[in-house]
């Protein structure tokens, strides 16, 4: 079964929290710019995507390539790039720190410690996404309630720990929702949500989950549920998940 198949029911109040969306990201492209939607392909953010082109926003989209995404990840981006009428800006890690961290720490050592795991997010991720944010006042990002339990008061806007406005504009979709509008609009999606995959980041720290698990039980799931977050979306004031650990 595939995901829309799976998940593509609406909440009752869908067309209404759709409503919502779209004049949040209308408001956002004419009060600030240069903004910008930081993308990882995932379901929420095809779905932003889809949105600030159908709406002809002036939103271009931001993607990482951290140089250890899935190959389905890599198609998915090449689409985008083709068919989005918004801007899509690729951005990936220094290459010479890459390879001094590989040279040093081996392929995979993420799964050695969480300081390793972190120290990876920040050469691949961290640093990335400061260089996009850089002299950016605001962005947009597909952040949901019902992600995870850290993420469970996400507000429609925020500001970040740099100062900048953080629009969230599915904070109060389902993941029900999230499909329903993939389905309705056949937006192009990451085929690896049809092997259980919700939540999609780099091959090494993404595995399936099993029935009943937490959406985000298959991101590094060999560390402990508080350390899961890889800083993108973390405040200075929340130690567990700072920027000592390196979307998403
Ligand atoms: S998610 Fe994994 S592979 Fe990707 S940057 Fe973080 S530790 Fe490295």
Not at 66 to 75: A, F, I
Not at 86 to 102: I, K, L, M, R, T
Not at 151 to 168: A, H, I, L, M
Not at 184 to 211: K, Q, W
């Amino acid at each position: 079964m595939s995901a829309i198949d799976l998940h593509a029911r609406p909440s009752k109040d869908f067309e209404a929290k759709l409503a919502e969306t779209q004049a949040l990201l209308i408001r956002a492209a004419s009060e600030f710019s240069p903004l910008t939607q930081a993308s990882s392909l995932g379901a929420e953010d095809v779905v932003i995507t889809h949105l600030i082109n159908s709406l002809e926003l002036d939103i271009p989209v931001f993607v990482l390539d951290t140089g250890m995404l899935h190959k389905e990840t890599l198609e998915l981006l090449e689409r985008t790039k083709a068919t989005s009428r918004a801007a899509v800006n690729v951005y990936q890690p220094v290459h010479e720190s890459v390879v001094q961290f590989v040279k040093r720490e081996g392929k995979d050592p993420m799964y050695r410690s969480v300081e390793l795991r972190k120290a990876c997010c920040g050469i691949r991720k961290l640093e990335p996404l400061a260089r996009m944010l850089a002299g950016r006042s605001a962005w947009v990002t597909g952040l949901r309630r019902e992600q995870s339990n850290n993420r469970g008061e996400v507000p429609f806007s925020e500001t970040d720990d740099k100062g900048r406005t953080k629009f969230n504009p599915l904070a109060d979709w389902s993941w029900n929702d999230v499909w329903h509008y993939i389905a309705s609009n056949d937006v192009p999606y990451n085929p690896l949500h049809d092997e259980f995959m919700p939540s999609i980041g780099c091959a090494p720290c993404t595995r399936a989950i099993a029935v009943g698990e937490d959406f985000r039980a298959g991101r590094w799931w060999w560390e402990d549920e508080k350390a899961k977050e890889c800083g993108l979306h973390v405040h200075e004031d929340q130690p567990v998940v700072s920027m000592i650990g390196a979307r998403e």
